[in-house]
């Protein structure tokens, strides 16, 4: 027996939910290595830059395989299809500008907002009845908010952009609800691309229209050991993409996601690693509290 089949005989052994779980953190474990590594690229390159070369891997990867397996569209919601790329790009835009100028771990845990604010606008928009649970998680992932905003030394700039992120993340989340009956999979994820590719050339035209010195030689270009980070930010996005789809197919959506909030353990220390030092008792006490939400906010939801 080859170390492959006894590896696949023990996963086999697993529980079904179980064996999402695991999936779902190692998928989180991914998508904190990709920020890791976006971290590293922010001395070199801004958010812009990052989201335009990110995209052009993602693009490359997703057309191969578009190209390889054929798509199974049922199609009829270009619309949606085309707000959801928009706001995955605005969304990834915020996230990777707060990397650059927060520590990881309060950038992520912006990031990881999304869902609390999704249930409030599935409560105000779609009308959705949430429980008292519900309303007291998003009260507590407030307060984790401002807690986490509270120390003085903090870039207010880039916790406003990226609570922005998590808020449009929400807005996507609500407004494009059950695209994935229309759409591949592969073909959601390539409207990311093909909107962050457009969104991020838009700002190099602007700029060298300005006269930006940057955008009128190869300077913004990576080169080196940042070749490399590019490639890895594109491919470890993509690999955590496709987990995270594996791992909802093995149990219950409300328990499988609120694993994704390990990923906040994972930047903080992936942070320290690229110099931010350890959060403070306050910030870390936001940070338990938004991670706490998000898990209550997932356990109290049946789909």
């Not at 599935?122 to 998680?137: D, P, Q, T």
């Not at 059950?178 to 909107?195: C, E, H, P, Q």
Request: glycine share 10%; aromatic share 16%; proline share 2%.
């Amino acid at each position: 027996m080859t170390t492959y089949t006894k590896t696949k005989a023990k996963f086999d052994a697993l529980g079904e939910e179980f064996r999402g779980v695991l999936i779902m953190f190692v998928a989180a474990f991914f998508f904190s290595t990709m920020g890791y590594f976006t971290k590293m690229l922010t001395a070199h390159h801004n958010a812009f830059e990052i989201v335009f070369f990110r995209n052009i891997v993602s693009f490359a990867i997703l057309g191969v395989l578009m190209l390889m397996f054929r798509t199974d569209n049922a199609g009829g919601k270009p619309l949606l299809l085309i707000m959801r790329g928009f706001f995955g790009f605005i969304s990834m835009f915020c996230f990777f500008y707060s990397i650059s100028v927060l520590p990881f771990a309060t950038a992520s845990t912006f990031h990881k907002t999304s869902p609390i604010f999704t249930a409030v606008f599935a409560g105000l928009v779609l009308k959705e009845k949430s429980g008292l649970k519900v309303w007291l998680a998003i009260l507590v992932g407030f307060a984790g908010v401002l807690l986490v905003l509270r120390p003085s030394h903090i870039d207010h700039v880039g916790a406003v952009v990226g609570l922005c992120g998590g808020i449009i993340a929400a807005m996507a989340y609500t407004s494009v609800r059950g695209l994935a009956k229309y759409y591949d999979a592969r073909t959601i994820v390539m409207s990311f691309s093909l909107a962050g590719l457009v969104g991020s050339s838009l700002y190099f035209l602007i700029r060298y229209l300005a006269g930006d010195p940057r955008y009128h030689s190869t300077q913004f270009i990576p080169t080196g050991i940042d070749i490399f980070y590019m490639i890895l930010v594109g491919v470890l996005a993509l690999i955590a993409q496709w987990l995270m789809s594996v791992a909802y197919k093995y149990g219950r959506a409300s328990v499988i996601s609120t694993v994704n909030y390990v990923g906040i353990i994972f930047a903080t220390v992936f942070g320290y690693i690229a110099g931010d030092g350890w959060p403070g008792l306050v910030s870390m006490l936001g940070i338990f509290f938004v991670g706490a939400s998000g898990v209550m906010v997932g356990l109290s939801r049946k789909n």
